[in-house]
Nanobody
Framework: QAQLVESGGGLVQAGGSLRLSCAAS????????MGWYRQAPGKQRELVAT???????IYADDVKGRFRVSRDNAKNTVYLQMNSLKPEDTALYYC?????????????WGQGTQVTVSS
């Protein structure tokens, strides 16, 4: 069984930084795109950033220049470096990955890690 486990969330003041990590584990044959989504209270889940296995990235407009997504393919891990955090970045952050497991590609989600930015 494949799974994603996030870490690194917490409480930070506006202007501060946090680094999220997400490690994939289990019977994984291959991983394609990995990324981060977030969901604030009362809002829909939205894309933050994604990165392909070859390193191509996509960012949401409101995090460009402040957040950086990266991955370590040898460790099956994706990271999100968040700088210049704003109160509006407060949300539950979810890791996402397309993984080949037990003969098929599936979309996996982590359990979420809370990021709270105080003003």
């Amino acid at each position: 069984q494949a799974q994603l486990v996030e870490s690194g969330g917490g409480l930070v003041q506006a202007g501060g930084s946090l680094r999220l990590s997400c490690a994939a584990s289990g019977s994984i044959f291959s991983i394609d795109a990995m990324g981060w989504y977030r969901q604030a209270p009362g809002k829909q889940r939205e894309l933050v950033a994604t990165i392909t296995s070859s390193g191509n990235t996509i960012y949401a407009d409101d995090v460009k220049g402040r957040f950086r997504v990266s991955r370590d393919n040898a460790k099956n891990t994706v990271y999100l470096q968040m700088n210049s955090l704003k109160p509006e970045d407060t949300a539950l952050y979810y890791c996402n990955a397309a993984m080949y497991n037990r003969g098929s590609w599936r979309n996996y989600w982590g359990q979420g890690t809370q990021v709270t930015v105080s003003s």
